[in-house]
């Protein structure tokens, strides 16, 4: 691949329109000293882009400024990608990883629904989720992990449309103890399912949105809790965020 633009009036055109979207509003002089041109070579790009609709020029000071259009035509290409389809190759990673069960939820109301899930091969138990399931926020993994990237006002409203109750005797169900877990998990950015939403399995999650903020969404990893000592749940959180920090990546999150 060449490392000079072989077109360099679009090397100019999105490194001016880049240049705005870091910096808001800018002057014409600031634009050509910060790409390296000439002010009149300056001025015609930033004319070209107002041209195409990507900028606009302040008729009281003379600065220009980036359009809405870059955000309309970003949310265009990424209603086109297949979230599902996206993140399964990660969730096949992180399975491969982990060697154990995967999930992907979305967030609806006050419930996960399964949307994807990998399997792992040959570790002797399957998990009984099956796509299109629900479960509560309250006493789950990819729940407590979702509300965890909400205000506290919003997570308290989620809170008093649940049916919260014991599901199992691990269940959380006081509410200050419950703003403790979600704070914890707050700072370090993964939630645990401590068998609060069934006996005998623990669950690992992280959340996240897309680039375009098309709801929310998280993925698990889930075990037999014999399998899941403490050791064994630092270790599947380093992979966990290393899966998420990929996935971001890809999206420039």
Known sequence: MENKNPIQVADRLFGALELLAEHGDMGLVEVSEMLGLNKSTAHRVLNSLIYMGYAKQNKENGRYEPTLKTVATANKIMGRIDVIQTVRLYLRRLMEMSVETVHFVRLEGCEAVYIDKVEAPGNGIQMVSRIGSRLP??????????????????????????DVRALTEHTITDYERFQEEIHEIRRRDYALDNEENEVGVRCIATAFETPAGDGRYAFSISAPAGRMSEERIRELAGYILKIKAELMKEWQL
């Open 137 to 162: 926020l309250y006493c789950s993994g990819v729940g407590k992990a979702m509300l965890a990237r909400m205000g506290d006002q919003e997570v308290r409203e989620i809170w008093e449309h649940s």
